[in-house]
T-cell receptor
Framework: RKEVEQDPGPFNVPEGATVAFNCTYS??????FFWYRQDCRKEPKLLMS???SGNEDGRFTAQLNRASQYISLLIRDSKLSDSATYLC???????????FGRGTSLIVHP | DTAVSQTPKYLVTQMGNDKSIKCEQN?????MYWYKQDSKKFLKIMFS???????INETVPNRFSPKSPDKAHLNLHINSLELGDSAVYFC???????????????FGPGTRLTVT
């Protein structure tokens, strides 16, 4: 089983839709969780950290389920500019090594 | 203003050549990384340096040699380039993750390496 798994998609949604991605991780010692966004031919950029209690940043909501070992990202009211690849990142406590998932591709169409 | 910069942005070279990629960050971070992103978009860590000391060296051929002259710079030298080395190489930096509960990595714009 891969350490971090994501559905590669693509998720094709119309503008204004709500879309959710999940990411599962295999190592129960994982302590830090993040969502990064990568636009085509660009570098990854941090979208948001994922906290145990869940957190929201505008139209984006991230949640962590430690019992089932997954994190999720919910995007409300999708915009064309949300089209990108969303990378799940997991880091074990005390480790310098972040593990990236392969990413989920989102395409928002008019 | 550039936080993490890499040079060159594009590199086209022939098999067997030796090439270097340079990375600099002006964020005051003490940890720097090299990642390889292949054609399937999988981002895999190669090396990490903390305060100029190598702390991560994943399974990477020894043709790849990182060098960190100071905390703000991490260069990657590749000997005897092979076709399979074609990929995008990203440099990144962050604060030492051991000292912060959560940390953010800042990535450079990437170096697109094509080996012919």
């Amino acid at each position: 089983r891969k350490e971090v798994e994501q559905d590669p998609g693509p998720f094709n949604v119309p503008e204004g839709a709500t879309v959710a991605f999940n990411c599962t991780y295999s190592n129960s010692a994982s302590q830090s969780f993040f969502w990064y966004r990568q636009d085509c031919r660009k570098e990854p950029k941090l979208l948001m950290s994922v906290y145990s209690s869940g957190n929201e940043d505008g139209r984006f909501t991230a949640q962590l389920n430690r019992a089932s070992q997954y994190i999720s990202l919910l995007i409300r009211d999708s915009k064309l500019s949300d089209s990108a690849t969303y990378l799940c990142v997991v880091k074990r406590g005390g480790s310098y090594i972040p593990t990236f998932g392969r990413g989920t591709s989102l395409i928002v169409h008019p | 203003d550039t936080a993490v910069s890499q040079t060159p942005k594009y590199l086209v070279t022939q098999m067997g050549n030796d090439k270097s990629i340079k990375c600099e960050q002006n964020l005051g971070h003490d940890t720097m990384y090299w990642y390889k992103q292949d054609s399937k978009k999988f981002l895999k860590i190669m090396f990490s340096y903390n305060n100029k000391e190598l702390i991560i060296n994943e399974t990477v051929p020894n043709r790849f040699s990182p060098k960190s002259p100071d905390k703000a710079h991490l260069n990657l030298h590749i000997n005897s380039l092979e076709l399979g080395d074609s990929a995008v190489y990203f440099c990144a930096s962050s604060h030492s993750s051991a000292s912060l509960p959560a940390y953010e990595q800042y990535f450079g714009p990437g170096t697109r390496l094509t080996v012919t």
